[in-house]
């Protein structure tokens, strides 16, 4: 799951993007990327461990500036066998900051 959700609507830009993986994952094998209007990418901070356990959650700081619109969220991690998993989302903005 995530946050923002997928095909979520939101009032005001998210502070960060939040992730949940089945299984504990390996930060340093993470990439997240967010692309808004016109496929700009938009700046994030470095992802945290914001728990463990079967159900990881990972959150990632959104550090740009994001305008209403449409974004899209792509994910990339290698599991504990080594082979890359990946997912996407989009959401949309109605007002920026």
Known sequence: KSAPAKDDTLAAPPKSLDLWFSE??????LRVTLAGP????IALGKAAQAG???DAHVT?????????GA??????????DGH???????FRLK???
């Open 24 to 29: 504990p994952v390996d930060l340093s094998l």
């Open 38 to 41: 016109g496929a700009a990418n």
């Open 52 to 54: 463990t356990g079967k």
């Open 60 to 68: 990632v700081p959104v550090a740009g500036v994001m305008g209403a």
């Open 71 to 80: 974004y899209a969220v792509t994910w990339v991690v290698a599991g504990a």
């Open 84 to 90: 890359p998993t990946r997912g996407s989302f989009a």
């Open 95 to 97: 007002s920026g900051r």
